[in-house]
């Protein structure tokens, strides 16, 4: 009995959309015209009040008959307006047409999702990025109501954002100390060649320095050894008063730069080795208070063992990262440095950071780096050993 009462009403239901679709398709066009804009441009309330209260057929039609009414003129505008209901959308600035099936935020996600390029559905996933939609006038749209207020123009237009998926604690850095160690003299120019054409410091400071506004200290004398690097360190911890962190930076950002070798070490002037990771584990040890917040380790060595006939085949390999909790490492070993430009990296991270840093996070930069120098490079390779999505912002100061 249950079923054939459903059935019933199911039957009834239909007679009644056809009714409305009949009475519809009766109307004269300015009369279909005025229906459908409402229909269109006012919510599903406003629409309701507005045929029964202000509309000249407010006598013929009740509150009971407003589904199917609903349903009716649905039906008659995806059948009768297929061009007026067509969009464009520009995806990194190519124009794709679309056709909405009704003036609504979840269709136009909808269409727009399904004539995505697979290579956008994958980015999205391995960049940790989120879609988003603007209208002609750049206002990002959240509603029904923005939709339909873009297709009120002759061209609709629709634009395809990039935004990062931030997932759990979010830091913003604006207040870092960069410090960098950079030695590119050595006592026996033999075995180590001097690094006199590298502009790291260069790219480095007008990066951190002049793009950002952080304090960049790095050393003045490029010729050091072990014993050196330790005193430039304590002199910085003592003058910036950071065991106790007097000057309240927000992060530590340590660049390393010279010739380097197997184990991951830094070649100091006098053709010794120094492990990087005792640099960090003794800044970490004498920073204990601003090694709470952020920690940037960012490294750049010149292996060469390796000649630039190798480099043009090299490919992007694992490389071993240091562990230390709460800092983010970057690694990158040039293969062979007689390369043309061994300050690749750096003019990299200065490019594409200074250009990118207000719209994306640390990570998703470091992606583009990567993948902008992986031809160049024989290794590129970052890890991050904290919770905290790190997103660099211009200090006014």
């Known amino acids: 009995e249950e079923g054939e009462e459903e059935e019933e009403e199911e039957e009834e239901d239909e ?70 209901l067509a969009a464009c959308v520009i995806v990194d600035e190519k124009p794709t047409k679309i056709i909405m099936r009704n003036l609504t935020f979840e269709e136009l996600f909808r269409q727009i999702y399904s004539n995505l390029e697979w290579k956008y559905l994958r980015e999205m996933s391995d960049k940790d990025q989120k879609l988003e939609l603007a209208d002609s006038n750049d206002e990002i749209i959240r509603s029904d109501e923005m939709v339909r207020r873009e297709f009120e123009n002759n061209e609709p237009l629709f634009k395809v954002l990039w935004s ?31 690094l006199s054409n590298v502009k790291d410091v260069e790219n480095f400071r007008q990066l951190f320095e002049q793009n950002l506004g952080y304090e960049f200290v790095c050393n003045t004398n490029f010729k050091m050894n072990k014993e050196d690097v330790k005193e430039f360190l304590i002199e910085l911890i003592t003058s910036r008063g950071l065991v106790k962190n007097r000057q309240r930076y927000d992060a530590l950002i340590l660049i390393v730069s010279g010739h380097g070798g197997e184990g991951d070490v830094l070649i100091t002037s006098d053709g010794k080795k120094t492990p990087i990771d005792s640099i960090r584990t003794f800044q970490a040890e004498k920073e204990n208070n601003i090694t709470r917040r952020g920690k940037v380790h960012d490294s750049e060595v010149y292996d060469s063992e390796v000649s630039d006939s190798e480099v043009s085949d090299s490919k992007v390999q694992d490389s071993k990262v240091h562990d230390g909790e709460g800092f983010l490492m970057v690694w990158s070993t040039t293969r062979g440095y007689s390369l043309s430009d061994l300050s690749i990296f750096s003019e990299s991270i200065k490019c594409i950071i200074g250009e990118k840093y207000q719209n994306e996070t640390l990570q998703q930069m470091l992606n583009k780096i990567r993948n902008n120098i992986k031809k160049k490079i024989y290794v590129t390779a970052w890890k991050r050993m904290t919770p905290l999505i790190m997103i660099l912002s211009f200090n006014k100061k």
């Not at 979010?170 to 060649?193: C, F, G, H, P, Q």
Request: positive net charge; hydrophobic residues 35%; charged residues 40%.
């Open 15 to 84: 007679e009644e959309e056809k009714k409305w679709r009949k009475w519809l398709k009766e109307r004269d066009e300015k009369d279909k015209k005025e229906i459908v804009t409402n229909f269109e441009k006012l919510s599903d309330d406003n629409f309701e009040i507005w045929l029964l209260k202000q509309s000249k057929w407010k006598n013929d039609v009740t509150k009971k008959n407003i589904p199917s009414i609903c349903d009716a003129i649905e039906a008659f505008v995806i059948c009768h307006s297929t061009d007026r």
């Open 164 to 194: 990062p998926i931030r997932i759990g604690k979010i830091k913003i850095i604006k207040n870092a100390l960069v410090i960098m160690i950079a030695i590119s003299e050595y006592t026996d120019n033999v075995e180590w060649r001097n």
